[in-house]
């Protein structure tokens, strides 16, 4: 497949709250977006590594917007999530929303978005001990967890304000925890932190019990130091409530809404933007010949395919 850049017009159709975040926060205007999406695109026809991009602006703005309109900076984060697609392609492929597993997932909870909070945020609950080890392994988990990311970063709103993700270990075993293999721990955390276009402005936990205390720190570890600024972790709902509205909890928690609702929410995003995501296993690049693995290469040593961790390294959080 040729890699010919798509040129749709942008129209911005967002409340004033997220235009004022954009303005604000990612320093976008009118004409830095028009100016910066047409860099970005000839960006992508002229690199020879990249076989197969989208580069309609709602793809193309992820990356605009979480590098903050520097389009060298957001060109780089295009061609690394490229790679990181590939390179873990058992976490990015075939992404089908309709298959049974998800559904069974989302009837058992591990990870459920829970809509948006008074400044327009997404919050993402995350419990892991809900987590069925009978049925699923931690790529189930990491797969779940990348189609809901996916399918929210499609929306704008999502790319202006950012995510907040909150952590309940309640249930979490050590089952749970030794699911997860040291080199999975380490690209997963590295993937979301430094290459997947996300901006995670708080991450809270909640009930941590003591046993995960030194797999939490490990993980930490592997965050960013603006990332490790943003973590704050509670000892129970009614410290977490301090810093997130009870109201923006299911009512399960004390909240208004009920999980079977947010449950329900999130089987129709998924439904919508379905083919948008399985489309993403089009795109490709030629690994032997793109540039940021051989920059990277040269300074770090990049190792394997199971360990490009520090092939990453270099980008952000925001």
């Known amino acids: 497949m040729t890699n010919v850049p798509v040129s749709d017009k942008y129209c911005f159709t967002l409340s004033d709250q997220y ?29 020879a590594a990249i076989k197969f991009c989208r580069s309609d602006s709602s793809f193309l703005l992820r990356f605009l917007r979480v590098r903050k309109f520097n389009h060298l900076a957001a060109c780089e984060s295009v061609e690394r999530y490229l790679v990181m697609r590939q390179r873990y392609a058992d976490w990015f492929r075939k992404l089908d929303t309709t298959q049974a597993w998800v559904d069974e997932m989302i009837d058992d909870w591990p990870i459920l978005p829970l809509g948006y909070d008074e400044i327009g945020r997404l919050l993402i609950l995350i419990k892991m001990g809900n987590f069925d080890l009978k049925k699923f392994v931690n790529v ?29 270990s309640t249930g979490l075993t050590m089952s749970h925890i030794a699911q997860w293999p040291l080199s999975d721990i380490k690209n ?6 430094h290459t997947f276009p996300l901006r995670i402005k708080e991450v809270h ?23 490790k600024k943003r973590i704050h972790c509670h000892r129970s709902i009614d410290d977490l409530i301090k810093h997130v509205k009870l109201a923006s909890l299911p009512k399960e928690y004390g909240g208004e809404v009920p999980i079977n609702t947010f449950k329900h929410n999130l ?9 948008t995501i399985l489309n993403l296993d089009q795109m490709a690049v030629d690994l032997s010949t793109c540039l940021v693995l051989k920059e990277n290469s040269s300074q770090s040593g990049l190792k394997n395919d199971s360990g490009v961790v520090g092939s990453f390294r270099k980008l952000n959080v925001d």
Request: proline share 2%.
């Open 267 to 275: 089987r129709v995003l998924l439904s919508k933007h379905r083919s």
């Open 19 to 47: 235009g004022t975040l954009a303005r604000d926060e990612l320093r976008e205007s009118d004409e830095i977006r028009d100016q910066s999406l047409a860099q970005i695109r000839d960006w992508i026809a002229k690199n």
């Open 188 to 193: 997963f955390v590295d993937c979301v932190n």
């Open 205 to 227: 936990t909640v009930n941590l019990p003591r046993y995960a205390i030194a797999v939490s720190e490990l993980c930490v570890s592997f965050a960013s130091p603006k990332l």
């Open 140 to 168: 189930d988990q990491i797969r779940m967890m990348m189609m809901i990311l996916e399918s929210y970063y499609e929306e704008e709103r999502v790319q202006i304000a950012g995510s907040v993700f909150i952590l309940d």
